[in-house]
């Protein structure tokens, strides 16, 4: 009777258990199925963080970003890391060597020229670097490529120009053909052959135009005869005074361009119509012009104004690294890859304000001769001796042994001591102020209870 009622019991038992397990699964089943959409629905964390990099979605950051100095973006940076990202991407994005050159060359052919860049040591500057810097476009520049005068290398950009579509332009004194162009050069005489950047006689060999038809865009080829950035050096105004290399993005002058707006004149170099037009033109862009740098830009600490040495890519500069061409070379090949140090920064200078108010820049020409036969021309900061007559005691304190600079073993090695007797040169002239200030504060008569009894 008993054996019955228990069997009966056991599938029952049996049933549930089995019901039981089901279900149990299948509650499992649907919270796994719930998970699974619920990832599949939810954006993936590494695009969120590209999208969101800041405070603000990435859009509306950058067009923040955009209107503010880059000073001001800088100050931006250091609120907190989503800033510094939103900050970071913008730069990324903004300052690319790809948005001066595309509106003259397709993907193809900037890749190129970056190449040609690169195995001729061109530099960009004039218009195109400041457009670069302060992220404009001027809608009547052309691309400046300066190169030394070197019958091999500007072969080479010269063709390459013509295998992008563009065909020579000679001048009105200028041969039809351009190799008798170049063996030309440029005549002493003609001070007005330039463009608004301002070039000086003695140092350029020749300009050379190159159009292209479909559009009429225009490329120069500016030969210097020895040394780019004594070319550099000699232009109108310090707005101008960028270059681009292949490696590199420099803004010689950056707090006073970027930051105040302020194109400082190179003073007694240029007269008549080439500096009007020079002025006007960027007065019209933007930009006000002085004699002389600002007060507060010239007594900042190491100023881009200061009393010692300025040399290219110092703490002064602003400088931009700019991404190599992808997969340009291969890994042994050492003749065409960019050197480890860029010889650029072997250029010194000095920045000068006169009593007459004026400001140059004194340099030296000089050059280094390299065991393997190359030869280095750099600019060496010196200071005429016309010129430290009107300084007085201030001059004291400026010029350097050249014989220590000449003598080096290799343009690195040359690099290197520029870069740390320039840059970590102590400022004499106004560590001498310092202390003038200083010892007339200490002398100074303390005022005690005065009137009221109060201390001053």
């Known amino acids: 009777m008993f054996l019955p009622i228990l069997r009966t019991i056991w599938v029952l038992w049996s049933i549930f258990s089995s019901t039981y397990l089901c279900l149990k699964w299948l509650t499992k089943l649907d919270r796994f199925r ?40 800088h100050r931006y940076s250091l ?70 005068r070197d019958w091999d290398k500007v072969t080479l950009v010269a063709g390459f120009l013509t295998s992008a579509g563009y065909d020579y332009a000679p001048g009105a004194d200028q041969p039809q053909s351009f190799q008798q162009a170049f063996e030309a050069g440029r005549s002493l005489g003609d001070d007005d052959y330039s463009s608004d950047e301002g070039y000086t006689s003695s140092d350029i060999w020749g300009v050379y135009s190159f159009i292209r038809g479909s559009d009429k865009k225009k490329i120069q080829i500016i030969t210097c005869e020895k040394n780019i950035i004594q070319v550099i050096l000699g232009f109108h105004l310090t707005c101008v005074m ?87 070379y291969p890994a042994y090949d050492f003749d065409n890859a960019p050197s480890a140090v860029d010889s650029l920064r072997a ?19 000089m050059e280094l001769r390299h065991q393997n036969w190359q030869v280095y021309p750099f600019t060496f900061a010196a200071i005429p001796w016309a010129w430290k007559r009107t300084l ?34 102590p400022d004499e002239i106004h560590e001498h102020v310092r202390k003038l200030v200083s010892q007339a504060c200490d002398a100074m008569p303390s005022f005690i209870n005065l009137g009221a009894g109060h201390h001053i």
């Open 34 to 73: 719930g998970v699974f959409a619920d990832q599949k629905q939810r954006p993936d964390r590494t695009k969120v963080q590209e999208q969101r990099a800041g405070l603000l979605p990435l859009t509306a950051s950058n067009l923040i970003l955009r209107e503010l100095s880059p000073l001001d973006r």
């Open 79 to 148: 609120a907190n890391k989503e800033a510094y990202d939103a900050v970071c991407s913008f730069n990324r994005q903004a300052y690319r060597i790809e948005h001066v050159l595309s509106p003259y060359f397709n993907e193809d052919e900037v890749n190129a020229f970056r190449l040609v860049q690169l195995k001729t040591d061109t530099l960009i500057s004039g218009s195109s670097a400041l457009q670069f810097f302060d992220l404009s476009v001027f809608a009547d520049s052309d691309l400046d490529l300066y190169i030394v």
């Open 242 to 328: 960028n270059i681009i290399s292949y490696t590199h993005a420099y803004a010689l002058y950056p707090y006073a361009t970027f930051i105040e707006k302020c194109a400082v004149e190179n003073g007694g170099l240029h007269t008549g119509a080439s500096l009007l037009r020079a002025l006007n033109k960027y007065r019209e862009r933007g930009w006000h012009t002085s004699p002389v740098p600002s007060k507060t830009n010239a007594l900042r600490s190491w100023s881009e104004f200061r009393d010692t040495a300025r040399s290219v890519g110092d703490s002064a500069c602003w400088v931009i690294p700019l991404a190599p061409v992808q997969h340009a």
């Open 347 to 365: 250029n010194s200078w000095y920045t000068i304000v006169t009593v007459n108010g004026w400001t140059r820049f004194g340099f030296s020409e």
């Open 392 to 425: 007085g005691p201030a001059a004291d304190h400026l010029g350097e042994n050249e014989t220590v600079f000449k003598s080096q073993s290799s343009i690195e090695d040359l690099v290197k001591l520029t870069r740390t007797t320039f840059d970590g040169e």
